[in-house]
């Protein structure tokens, strides 16, 4: 009987597989795993990763797909397939293969295997691809709760390391917060445009057509509570204060987790508010973001160098790079009229591409270094690792010279990017401020390439737990490095792939 | 029918050999060595051969080689070489093969040895591609590569505080490099072509672009600086006496020969060369800057307690007669300067080396603890004696000719900053003499007593080098005439583009003598 009065919208199911496939594989990981004897040995890793090698897949499909026939809306406007959406769960698939990777050995190490954490993985996934494609705030907010939820849960997944529960504790209460600002910020929205869908907000909100104005104080208020609420997510300062402790305390593959597919999630959710919901108010928040944004590189990249504990110091400089990624962010915003297409969005997309791949990367390197129960992240823990384990440090110390932008790395083309969308748009004081502050930045690479390759060991060093560096995390590892040189000299695909 | 990529290989050589001598097997050390000597030298003849194919009098580049490299943003692999790159080019290759098989690095064990060599190669490397490259990316790409392995061989070879010095060169040359950076990118942007593409070529946009005055000087800034930096220019030179101090032998002879050179390199092939009316505009400024740091370098060098901090700072003070002439913009003056460019390399990386000698004989570098080795080392005295002499710029040896040239080619633009900086000629001469007086002459005391003659293996480091700066000193006229064409069309390039105006060259002396 309901079938009169609820009309359901059409789906279209192929539109939706990445998502349904990271859903399903969560879904059967858990349900499957809790009725079986525990799984023979990389089983659980296997199986997470095929799943985003799947929904990779399908993305790709997607894409070649909206090449053809265009960007469209999907459920009844309730999300979007288009190119940076598609992107954005690339991204994500990237980042779940890899950490998947990072994190098994990881585990068995720490004796709490098992497929929860994977489970996770995919979940949290889910919610990334859906902020990225959101059409409508409501929606965002589901999927931005989705990630939350399961990185909370993930932050405080070492049950015998109470770092790690504080950590999550940590993460919870500031992420609740933040989500009631962005709610409230949906709410104010709802108030000033009479709905949360993008498209009727732009289209009630549009200044032309003559809409009174006098909701501008709901919007902007709105608008600075969205803000609040996103930035939070990015870890951008002044809202970052979580990031040490959370990135210091989680167990290091989730680490790696939240600095790629959390970032690049929150990032695409931002780009979607911004510009497809409130491109009209780009004159009102630019100033914002210019701000949030020179905040944002100058306090993470000057905090990371007091640091001496090194999951710290990245997680610092994973704020200096949210601020990189906001210089795009301001760059896109000069230009909100162009569809999700100006230079400034494809920076952005591409640099959290780079970025994720980096990031899991280097945190990977941390992984294995950190030893039994991440007890060695402090720089002391490097000491010496160039001369016991020379092919680990040096694929460390690509990593951290294409963090530092250092040419012939893929950071390097990614700052370039960035930069060149800000200089495109005469946004000349944030560029030079990027640049400089990444030479702070680089002050902190610095510190771990000194104290894997020139500082001596000392007596106590023979003691400690030898580095292993199982296989997994070898092609983890091995493939981050191989991105980063490969986008670094031959640059090109990239681009002219990056929507 | 395309040209052999010789450019190229310049610039591959090198870098592969890097590779190479990082993969091969400790086990086999000779192999190590014999690869890396092996491409350094094979560097070091394409270079040569660079020299005697150049055509002499032709002033545009030559060799050129051009592929798309970065199709989306308008960037390729552009290379090419002018007289005024040539002997740069010819300097990195013939020093790179003498630093890899006449220093030692003092490494600890093969391992280190390896990594020693490879960084030595990438450097040179990132070197060779930094004096040809002909687009803005890639030059930047070579500019910013080379801080990493020479930030290696300071911390990894170096002395006591080679983490801190390694640390200060990093990050000095890199705040330059972020300003740069921005320039570039900037530069691109609004040189953009009436089609809308962006180019990084520097000759297309040197040729095209037009800048307003007002753009052009903010631009040229943001290049000055990271060029400023890296000469290094006073007030921005305190990386450099650090930097040379603790790096290890080998490093100083590359950072004060060559690496230097980049600074200037750059000033005239990028910053001036781009934004002729803002380089015009600015002369003051770098010719004040230049003239403090000339004198500054002096004084500063005569106070040293430390015989490479002398060296050191004797390099601040001649870069700052280099940027004089560049500034000038008279084609003496400009030419002086390219040529001192080499004199410098030359006179001072001998100078390097031979403190090294003295460090390794001694383990010491303080002036006060060495005295009378002219008694026991009469030879090496006698070498250490004509290459200060040839840093000081005393006639029949290079360092006057390009000295010479600079101060009589800047009087007619920057008279009164000449007369100043004449004064550290004099000065040059002082602190040199000094330290040279207060090292060798007088009775060795016990310490002293055996300090070792000049080996067989060290003068044959040597030789090369010392020939080099008595040949360019009695008969500069072949360097002369490579590198004057280039500065003649790169000054006409200035005059065209902005509103200066060469003076009347000053040969109407010389007419005068004939008639």
Known sequence: MFADTLQGPSVDWFAMSPLLVLLGGALVLLLVASLTPPWPKRWYAIFAAKCAIGAGVLSLLLWHQIDKEGATTLVGGALVLDKPAVWIAITICVAVFLCALVTDDYLRREGIDGPELYALYLLAAVGGVVMAAANDLIVLFLGLEILSIALYVMAASHRKRSESQESGIKYFVLGGFSSAFFLYGVALIYGGAGSTNFNKIVAVLEPTTGSDRTNDALVLAGIALLLVGLAFKVAAVPFHFWTPDVYQGAPTPVTAFMASAGKAAAFGAMLRVLLEALPNWSDDYRPAVWMIALLTLVGGSVMAVVQTNVKRMLAFSSVSHAGFILVGVEAAAHRPGAPMGGDGVSSVLMYLMIYSVLVIGTFAVVTAVGRTGDAATDLAGFRGLAKHKPTLALAMTVLLLAQAGVPLTSGFIAKFGVITAAVDVHSYAIAIAAMVSAVIAAFVYLRIMVSMWITDEEASDAAREEVRVPALLWVAIGASVAFTLAVGFFPGWLINITP | ?515
């Open chain 2, 1 to 515: 029918m395309t040209e052999f990529p010789i450019l190229t290989l310049l610039v591959l050589t090198p870098a592969i050999g890097a590779a190479l001598v990082a993969l091969a097997s400790k086990r086999h050390p000779d192999l190590v060595k014999i690869t890396a000597l092996g491409s350094s030298v094979l560097t070091g003849g394409f270079s040569l051969w660079v020299l005697f194919a150049f055509e002499k009098g032709n002033a545009g580049f030559q060799f050129t080689s051009q592929h798309a490299w970065i199709r989306p943003w308008g960037i390729s692999w552009h290379l090419g070489i002018d007289g005024i790159s040539l002997f740069l080019v010819v300097l990195t290759g013939i020093l790179f093969p003498l630093v890899i098989v006449g220093i030692d690095s003092h490494s600890k064990s093969m391992a280190d040895q390896k990594r020693y060599l490879s960084w030595m190669l990438l450097l040179e490397a990132g070197v060779m591609g930094s004096f040809i490259s002909l687009d803005l990316f890639l030059f930047f790409v070579f500019f910013e590569i080379v801080l990493v392995p020479m930030y290696f061989l300071i911390g990894g070879w170096g002395y006591e505080k080679r983490v801190y010095a390694a640390t200060k060169f990093f990050l000095f040359t890199m705040v330059g490099s972020a300003f740069m950076l921005v320039g570039i990118i900037a530069t691109a942007i609004l040189a953009k072509a009436d089609d809308g593409r962006v180019t990084f070529d520097l000759i297309k946009i040197a040729e095209n672009a037009d800048f307003a005055a007002s753009t052009g000087r903010w631009l040229f800034f943001a290049f000055a600086i990271a060029f400023a930096v890296k000469v290094p220019l006073f007030p921005l030179h305190t990386w450099l006496p650090d930097a040379h101090t603790q790096a290890p032998t080998g490093g100083s002879v590359i950072l004060a020969a060559v690496l230097l050179k980049m600074g200037t390199y750059g000033l005239l092939r990028f910053g001036i060369y781009l934004f002729p009316e803002a380089a015009v505009w600015s002369r003051p400024l770098f010719f004040t800057l230049a003239t403090v740091g000339i004198l500054w370098g002096a004084i500063a060098a005569t106070m040293q307690k430390d015989l490479k901090r002398v060296v050191a700072y004797s390099s601040v003070a001649h870069l700052g007669f280099i940027v004089l002439g560049t500034f000038a913009l008279t084609t003496t003056a400009v030419t002086g300067g390219v040529m001192q460019n080499i004199n410098h390399g030359l006179s001072t990386g001998a100078l390097f080396i031979l403190v090294g000698m003295i460090y390794e004989r001694r383990h010491t570098r303080q002036i006060a603890e060495l005295k009378g080795l002219q008694k026991v080392a009469p030879i090496f005295a006698g070498v250490f004696m004509i290459v200060m002499l040839s840093s000081i710029g005393v006639p029949g040896l290079n360092g006057f000719v390009g000295e010479f040239m600079v101060l009589i080619g800047s009087f007619a633009t920057a008279r009164w900053w000449v007369t100043v900086a004449a004064a550290g000629v004099i000065l040059a001469a002082l602190y040199l003499l000094w330290a040279y007086q207060r090292v060798f002459h007088g009775e060795p005391d016990e310490a002293n007593k055996d300090f070792a003659e000049l080996k067989w293996k060290e003068a044959s480091l040597l030789l090369p080098i010392i020939g080099l700066i008595v040949f360019t000193g009695v008969y500069p006229k072949p360097m002369l005439d490579r590198i004057e064409p280039s500065v003649k069309a790169f000054i006409e390039h200035v005059e065209q583009h902005s509103d200066y105006q060469q003076p009347a060259p000053s040969e109407p002396v010389l007419e005068v003598g004939e008639g």
